[in-house]
């Protein structure tokens, strides 16, 4: 189990126009993702999702709140010792392009950490080319046509499969996935993702998976939780189908009415919402992040801010819905199959 508790986040921008204005990228966020689940955070560019995800595996430092890993405060710890813990928590790239070093064959990229692993677990030298090879076949390549071959020599889909594989080298126990098909074909993103539900069954793997896209979040975590933020706030968190068929907080309503319409196969949604204006982070706010856009603000929105509360309803014991709002109402906004 890993969780979050109040995690905060402040950049200082520098160097231009902006110079010492402070950007606020996660504001008291929490969070908990069970060993083997699944755990999506939405939201639009800018939201603090990809933030909350460095941080998550150890890349990023945060300024106030806590991380818990198998019930172990990371404050609590040495530098060498949170290195050991956040090692659990492996990043997977967004940029497959990117995230393999040029220089090295595929090969080389994954002896380095096997190699490591090797002599701090007293195995032999021959484990590391057989844990090589393991790990390409379970991740959907033939290690005789990779191993010794270069990145750029790899199609998009086979470089980020072979990312995820150098995540495996030290076995974590949760893959923090950024946005991690955004950049492959579009033919490979499904075989991507059904990967990655492969191995949470078959490997008991927990899976973070930060996205924009509604239907992949809904792919991934059709058995976990979907947490959506706001300017590093979340505003709305429960069972990913719950969250999507039954949103009730504006900014949730107004990102699954963006879903594109398939014309002759669906309709929109009957009660669709679109922000009244563009976001202006630079205005401060005094209540509700959301109030500025917001359709249905009153007087109370720009008062104080709103806490997480329950969705009230008998579904709401069995399985919590939450939802930062004044006024929570269900509304039916996305794409609806067409009579």
Wanted: charged share 25%; with cysteine; glycine share 10%.
């Amino acid at each position: 189990m890993i969780t979050g508790t109040g995690i905060t986040k402040t950049y200082r921008q520098r160097g231009d126009v902006l110079g010492g204005r402070e950007v606020r990228a996660l504001r008291g966020v929490d969070f908990a993702v069970p060993r083997g689940g699944a755990v999506s955070f939405i939201g639009e560019s800018g939201c603090g999702k990809t933030t909350l995800g460095r941080i998550v595996a150890g890349l990023e430092t945060y300024d106030a709140g806590e991380i818990v890993i198998d019930g172990t405060p990371m404050s609590s710890l040495r530098h060498k010792q949170r290195q050991a813990e956040f090692r659990k928590i492996q990043l997977i790239h967004q940029d497959p392009y990117s995230a393999l070093n040029p220089n090295r064959t595929i090969h080389q990229t994954l002896q380095a950490p096997l190699a490591l692993r090797a002599r701090r677990t007293g195995r032999p030298s021959s484990w590391v080319d057989d844990r090589a090879e393991e790990l390409l076949s379970l991740v959907g390549i033939d290690p005789g046509y990779v191993l010794g071959r270069y990145p750029h020599q790899l199609s998009g889909g086979m470089r980020q499969r072979v990312v995820i594989a150098r995540a495996l080298t030290v076995d974590p126990e949760m893959l923090v996935a950024d946005e991690s098909v955004s950049m492959i074909d579009v033919s490979m993103r499904l075989s991507v993702l059904a990967l990655l539900k492969d191995l949470r069954e078959r490997l008991g793997v927990s899976v973070l998976f930060i996205t924009h896209d509604i239907a992949t979040a809904r792919y991934i975590g059709d058995s976990g939780e979907l947490y959506v933020l706001y300017r590093g706030q979340v505003v709305e968190r429960g069972l990913t189908e719950s969250v999507i068929s039954g949103p009730v907080h504006p900014y949730t309503q107004s990102l699954l009415s963006a879903i594109p319409v398939l014309h002759g196969l669906e309709r929109p949604g009957h009660d669709r919402v679109v922000p009244t204006e563009a976001l202006d982070e630079r205005r401060p706010d005094t209540g509700c992040l959301f109030a500025r856009r917001c359709p249905f603000r009153t007087e109370e929105c720009t008062a104080e801010p709103p806490a997480l509360v329950r969705v009230a309803g008998p579904a709401a014991e069995a399985a919590p819905h939450e939802h930062a709002c004044y006024h929570p109402a269900r509304r039916s906004v996305i794409p609806e199959e067409a009579a």
